[in-house]
């Protein structure tokens, strides 16, 4: 059963609500293939995904203003275009690919899993990703949020704790009714330590290889599931 | 037809989407009993209302430091159980009945229109009503939101200019791609100031008598629709 003062679930979303590993690498070989470029785009991907991790490091930091992830996305796939030897773009087509992280393929179980975490529970986004790119996703691959909420609107990126906390109150809530649920250790760490519950969800193909998922729980996380409807079994979802 | 540049709509709440009105007066008149109090709830209903405009007007103004909607209305409903001569109440008892505005009732065609105009746009709030009002609002009276927006994310009340920009970029559009749905004409003109479209959407019964709605479109009005039915029918929508 829930912990009886949980009102809200908060849900990191690359990787945790959608694969964005396969569903970047093939629109990329899409692009690729439009443009006469080949190349492994898992990898491509890879590297597109790292440009993220640093750029809001850096913002985090102070060592960059703030940036909405669109423009974080778009630093690093302005140096992949020139490194993957791509032709000349229109303007208009480069801003429209790097838009393919609006456009990611839920898990099989996110959009029914959400939707019975709903019954029951507020259901909010809480991703990095700024809220365009979060509301156009939840269109594109059907997430039922109640509400997209964001980093943007803290302007602090997760880990930081303002992120968490400033969700948390535009809920209207105390932390420690809020469950944030990740696939990924470090963003539950720094949720327990904003002072809300944590549910570790495990995704083992979010890159590819299970060695590189988080697939063990630790003991300051309240929560351990294999997806969404194991997670909405344990809180007792019908 | 739709203008072609439109890819969002924004929705007051208050009176666009849902009938305050007779939702905060039954719930008045419930709390009443309970208390012990009788009055004419419709009237109570208002004088809560009068609370919300002035409220905000004072922030706007930088005569009050920012509060929430939730705190305004719990500002006026002081005021008015002293007025109203209701009995010594526990505070959780006054803050859950400060909520009633969380739980205000749709108009008949509020689910049904919001989803047809959801098929084809953006679909979001942009009351001033805070985060946590609005999303709770929502799954009480079904509305299926895109994103919930709120001036509380600008930190300015409508119709502020910077309230209708803020959501205009919290979606990543112009503001010219975004049109303003409102029963409201003072609304919409803040909203044309500030760059978006606009279209009036009359609720003769908003206030319990049609003269005090807003039934009359204006030229710098894009759409005038009498409900949204009606509205999605203009914009094409299936």
Known sequence: MALPEIKALLFDVF?????????ISRQAAEFGVKHGVSANWDIFA?????GYSSGMAKVNAGDDRWKI????????????????????????????FNKAWHRLDGWPDSTDGLTRLKSKFVIA????????????????????WDA??????AGKYKPHP?????????????????????????DLHGARAAGLRAALVTRPD???????????????????AKD??????????S
């Open 148 to 153: 997209v909420l964001s980093a943007q609107l």
């Open 15 to 23: 990787g945790t609500v959608v694969d964005w590993r396969s569903s």
């Open 46 to 50: 890879d590297e597109w995904r790292d």
């Open 125 to 144: 986004s809480l991703s990095n990703g700024n809220v365009a790119l979060l509301t156009n996703m939840a269109k594109y691959t059907n997430l039922p």
């Open 228 to 237: 969404f409807h194991d997670l909405a079994d344990q809180l007792g979802c």
């Open 162 to 186: 303002t992120a968490y906390q400033t969700a948390a109150s535009l809920l209207g809530l105390e932390t420690n009714e809020v469950l944030m649920v990740a696939a990924h250790s470090g």
């Open 206 to 224: 979010e890159y590819g290889d299970p060695e590189k998922a988080d697939l063990v729980s630790e003991p300051e996380f309240e929560y351990f």
């Open 69 to 96: 992830v669109d423009e974080i996305h778009r630093d690093r796939l302005n140096l992949l275009l020139e490194k993957y030897e791509f032709p000349e773009i229109p303007e208009a087509e480069i801003s429209e």
